[in-house]
């Protein structure tokens, strides 16, 4: 046989070609023999693995076109260029994502559809945490079916402009600061409020009604200005929180507080004879016995203040004076007349008290 490089080529190769080799392992040992490709091909594919390949370098600048699947069991790292999805993407559970739904991390570090922050509603963003320091910026409607509760205080530095309806079921309670309002407040609908609003500054009203329900009630610790109407169809409590009785009216005293006060004036009965003190309007008085007189409450001592003492029964001499060093006409006391049904009346400059003569009635 000639020398192997003596030989032509065969061409194209197919796995039913032969060459010529050496069987170390058979009997007798190395002795040469033919092999076919398609063996050769055989052998080399279930002997080498991608471990092998990798072992020998695991760097390449080709592509890699797989149709199968690719399970991993490690981390996967990608440092650079895109990343391109295809197909269908299955989370952590092995679930593919439902319209609307994205990849969210559970508590594990396991990512899961979920409905993410797409599509995810206002229960579930305060569920995951329902404080914040940016600001809201609402371009639709607040609709509150529960109570609002400020503990700290509110600063707006722009314009309120309420067009529609405020309707409340709840409470407004304010236990912070003020409401510091440097803009205007400009409320075109109805606040129709069920619950209670309590307020310790300062409503100022130029235009519109402040309309109370008749079943609300509106207690103000502060100062309530309107330059419009209040039209108030419920209940309305004074400075001390009380309800007015029939006929009462709302008087201001001298720090601006407000307490109800009967429209009517009132009236007592005394016997000068026991050197009484009387505090009413009207002062129905008798003398049983001769010397006595009829004090003049020092509550009653009010700059305009007038208070009218009528002699009801007997003749008899008795005297008018007044509590608290007030003097009456300049003096301490002051004889009242002993006509029968006569009329004396007397005003009060806050200090002292000034008496007419008397006259029948």
Same mark, same amino acid.
């Given at each position: 046989?000639?020398? +192997? ?12 070609? *032969? ?13 040469? *023999? ?17 471990? %092998?390949?990798? @072992? ?12 199968? @699947? ?19 993407? *299955? ?38 945490? %329902? ?16 109570? +609002? ?40 609908? %109805?606040?129709? +409020? ?33 330059? &419009? ?17 029939? %006929? ?18 009132? &009236? ?63 003096? &301490? ?29």
């Amino acid at each position: 046989m000639g020398k +192997i490089s003596t030989y032509a080529n065969a061409s194209p190769v197919t796995i039913s070609d *032969k060459f010529i080799g050496t069987e170390v392992a058979g009997t007798p040992v190395n002795v040469t *023999k033919n092999f076919l490709i398609s063996d050769l091909l055989t052998l080399f594919q279930s002997n080498i693995t991608l471990q %092998n390949v990798l @072992d020998a370098g695991n760097t390449a600048t080709q592509s890699i076109i797989l149709t199968g @699947d690719i399970t991993q069991t490690g981390n996967l790292t990608q440092s650079g260029g895109a990343l391109t999805l295809g197909g269908t993407v *299955k989370d952590f559970n092995g679930s593919l994502g439902n319209n609307g739904e994205t990849l969210v991390c559970n508590a594990l570090g396991q990512l899961v559809f979920g409905s993410g922050l797409t599509n995810q509603n206002l229960s579930q963003v305060l569920a995951i945490g %329902n404080t914040a320091t940016n600001d809201i910026n609402l371009t639709g409607n607040l609709n509150l079916t529960g109570n +609002i509760v400020e503990t700290g205080n509110i600063g707006l530095t722009g314009n309120i402009t309420q067009a529609g309806d405020v309707s409340l079921t709840g409470n407004i309670t304010q236990t912070g600061g003020n409401y510091g309002l440097t803009g205007n407040i400009t409320q075109a609908g %109805n606040y129709g +409020i069920t619950g209670n609003i309590t307020h310790i500054g300062a409503y100022s009203f130029s235009g519109g009604q402040f309309t109370m329900g008749a079943t609300g009630t509106m207690v103000l610790g502060g100062a309530l200005t309107c330059n &419009s109407s209040i039209s108030l169809t419920g209940t309305v409590k004074d400075y001390t929180d009380t309800l007015g009785a029939a %006929n009462q009216f709302l008087v201001s005293n001298a720090s601006g507080q407000v307490t109800w006060q009967s429209t009517l004036p009132s &009236s007592t009965t005394v016997d000068a004879a026991g050197d009484p003190s009387a505090n009413a309007d009207v002062i129905f008085y008798s003398a049983s016995s001769g010397g006595g007189t009829v004090y003049l409450d020092s509550a009653l001592n009010v700059a305009g203040k007038k208070v009218v003492l009528v002699r009801t029964s007997t003749t008899t001499a008795a005297n008018i004076g007044a509590n608290g060093g007030a003097l009456v006409n300049g003096v &301490s006391a002051k004889p009242l007349p002993t006509t029968l049904y006569s009329e004396t009346t007397c005003i009060s400059d806050g200090t002292d008290w000034y008496c007419n003569n008397g006259s029948p009635l």
